[in-house]
């Protein structure tokens, strides 16, 4: 599918348990990120959600999945939904990006879809695939919050999928710092220890929610792609926090 200059793989439930997953390579011990994300996966791979990457030890991959089948507030029929498009060290600027995302399209195409979309934000954010690059694929944006954040579609019949009017609310009651997660990424894990260490220390309220089920997901209160962080009620990033990042949002809200 396409015309592709470097060798790829597609994660399988054949070889699963034996390829690495990119972000985290390690040839002996096992991180615990990395092996819930297998585990999720292979409860995803039989719903048609893809894991594609470059066959070699580097990080360069995309994954997507149907929109009905994807864990994100996000409504639309008939779409492929990227979770990740992401190169990494010395896999950045060698084309790859532009292979796999030229896949995903191809892909989409031949199995039908009405086109595919991504989350995005009004201004770049890490932790979400450079906007600039879909955009010259025809990307644009189909839907907004109030947080910030955009829906990014690329049509094929000029239907458009959307937020969730709830994800839209951005807001919970619980004013004490709420984490929303699930294990499609593997830094999820590490990212919960480092946040629980932190309120520990300093002696903050934190409450984590795991997001479990697809219909939970569907259900969120705000924008999600595997992480979403709320306080004071109200919704504020999807980005993975650490110390220094958790501090400023809760300095903002005193």
């Given at each position: 599918m396409g015309n592709e200059e470097h060798n790829y793989i597609n994660i399988t439930p054949e070889n699963l348990a034996n390829e690495h997953l990119c972000c985290i390579i390690r040839s002996k011990k096992k991180h615990p990120g990395v092996e819930a994300k297998r585990a999720w996966l292979a409860e995803r791979l039989t719903e048609g959600h893809v894991f594609r990457?470059?066959?070699?030890?580097?990080?360069?991959?995309?994954?997507?999945?149907?929109?009905?089948?994807?864990?994100?507030?996000?409504?639309?029929?008939?779409?492929?939904?990227?979770?990740?498009?992401?190169?990494?060290?010395?896999?950045?600027?060698?084309?790859?990006?532009?292979?796999?995302?030229?896949?995903?399209?191809?892909?989409?195409?031949?199995?039908?879809?009405?086109?595919?979309?991504?989350?995005?934000?009004?201004?770049?954010?890490?932790?979400?695939?450079?906007?600039?690059?879909?955009?010259?694929?025809?990307?644009?944006?189909?839907?907004?919050?109030?947080?910030?954040?955009?829906?990014?579609?690329?049509?094929?019949?000029?239907?458009?999928?959307?937020?969730?009017?709830?994800?839209?609310?951005?807001?919970?009651?619980?004013?004490?710092?709420?984490?929303?997660?699930?294990?499609?990424?593997?830094?999820?894990?590490?990212?919960?220890?480092?946040?629980?260490?932190?309120?520990?220390?300093?002696?903050v309220l934190v409450s984590f929610i795991q997001i479990d089920t697809l219909e939970k997901a569907k259900d969120l209160p705000g924008v999600f792609n595997n992480w979403a962080v709320f306080y004071k009620g109200r919704f504020e990033t999807v980005n993975l926090v650490g110390g220094n990042s958790l501090e400023r949002i809760l300095k903002k809200n005193r």
């Amino acid at each position: 599918m396409g015309n592709e200059e470097h060798n790829y793989i597609n994660i399988t439930p054949e070889n699963l348990a034996n390829e690495h997953l990119c972000c985290i390579i390690r040839s002996k011990k096992k991180h615990p990120g990395v092996e819930a994300k297998r585990a999720w996966l292979a409860e995803r791979l039989t719903e048609g959600h893809v894991f594609r990457k470059l066959n070699a030890k580097a990080t360069a991959f995309i994954e997507y999945a149907p929109l009905e089948k994807a864990w994100v507030p996000v409504r639309g029929d008939n779409f492929y939904y990227i979770y990740c498009l992401w190169t990494y060290g010395e896999s950045r600027g060698k084309g790859y990006g532009k292979e796999l995302m030229e896949y995903c399209i191809s892909d989409a195409k031949a199995a039908g879809k009405s086109g595919i979309c991504m989350l995005g934000s009004e201004k770049q954010k890490a932790w979400l695939t450079d906007q600039r690059f879909e955009k010259k694929y025809g990307f644009r944006v189909v839907d907004t919050t109030e947080t910030g954040y955009e829906l990014l579609a690329l049509s094929f019949d000029g239907t458009e999928p959307e937020f969730t009017q709830k994800a839209k609310v951005s807001r919970i009651e619980n004013e004490e710092l709420t984490i929303y997660y699930d294990m499609q990424c593997q830094y999820v894990q590490q990212s919960i220890d480092g946040i629980k260490r932190y309120c520990d220390d300093n002696q903050v309220l934190v409450s984590f929610i795991q997001i479990d089920t697809l219909e939970k997901a569907k259900d969120l209160p705000g924008v999600f792609n595997n992480w979403a962080v709320f306080y004071k009620g109200r919704f504020e990033t999807v980005n993975l926090v650490g110390g220094n990042s958790l501090e400023r949002i809760l300095k903002k809200n005193r």
